[in-house]
């Protein structure tokens, strides 16, 4: 057989990211940087919004590999979710640099682990303006700039098996109420943007071990014995298994799919 100098068709290409740009909040640490390094593998130019004045150390790590391996860039901006006038100039500034926009998720959220009965209204006010404002922010940001390009564009709201259940053992009643509220704009922003060609889902993942949890456990160890008992494969996720949920939600791969939510969770709520 004769040679060819034809490069190897693309496996999958429904799952290229390639010359995409795409925002992901909450992404200096955790669960959004995993994310994030799992879309520049795919291809995208990405850009990490957080409101700490530093990402972690892992974000340097990622930040290189994107230039010198994956020929592509990752970069960060400092933004408060809450803080909206800045978060669409930024979004904005961002879209025009590229003259595009093509997706987001929407990661950044906070926890309060506090009793129904102790709950300060301050203190709920806040979760829900991070966790529902803050997400609902950040995805008009987005798709106002989707809609300036008329490209479409995929959204991927981050919420929670805690949307859906009452944690056993948890006591996160703001939390949960916060997450099921992020299923339900969710749905509420893929009818209205859909005649836009911009889909909107949710995630929800499971118990994920994180440093933060890490240090949970050291608080409570009965629910490092407990909480894999609860789901179907008798383990805790990894932020690692959610990097292909990341990838399909944002891809063309996931072209029919709007106003549904992808649940991760081992099985925790089918019980």
């Not at 490069?7 to 290409?13: H, K, N, V």
């Not at 150390?57 to 800045?86: H, M, N, W």
């Not at 700039?145 to 479409?152: A, C, E, L, Y």
């Not at 891809?251 to 799919?257: K, L, T």
Request: proline share 4%.
């Amino acid at each position: 057989m004769a040679s060819s100098d034809k490069a190897p068709r693309l496996a999958l290409p429904e799952f290229s990211l390639k010359d995409r740009v795409v925002l992901v909040t909450g992404a200096a640490r955790g669960l959004g940087l995993v994310q994030a390094e799992a879309l520049l593998e795919a291809g995208a130019t990405v850009y990490a919004l957080d409101r700490l004045p530093e990402p972690s150390p892992d974000f340097t790590r990622v930040q290189k590999r994107a230039a010198e391996e994956l020929g592509t860039s990752f970069e960060y901006r400092q933004i408060d979710v809450r803080d909206v006038p800045q978060l669409n100039e930024v979004v904005k500034a961002i879209s025009d640099q590229h003259g595009r926009l093509d997706g987001l998720i929407a990661a950044a959220g906070i926890q309060q682990e506090t009793s129904a009965l102790d709950y300060t209204a301050k203190d709920a006010n806040t979760m829900f303006e991070v966790n529902i404002t803050g997400v609902f922010m950040a995805a008009q940001a987005a798709a106002k700039q989707m809609i300036r390009w008329g490209r479409g564009g995929s959204i991927v709201l981050i919420a929670s098996m805690s949307g859906t259940v009452a944690n056993r053992g948890l006591i996160c009643p703001a939390y949960n109420a916060s997450k099921a509220g992020v299923l339900q704009l969710g749905r509420n922003l893929a009818s209205e943007w859909g005649e836009h060609g911009i889909r909107v889902n949710t995630l929800s993942p499971g118990y994920i071990v994180t440093a933060m949890v890490e240090a949970l456990f050291e608080q409570y160890p009965d629910r490092r014995r407990d909480w894999p008992t609860q789901n179907m494969l008798g383990k805790l996720s990894e932020p690692r298994e959610y990097r292909g949920a990341a990838v399909f939600l944002i891809s063309d791969a996931s072209s029919f799919m709007t106003g549904s939510d992808l649940r991760i969770d081992g099985g925790h709520c089918a019980w």
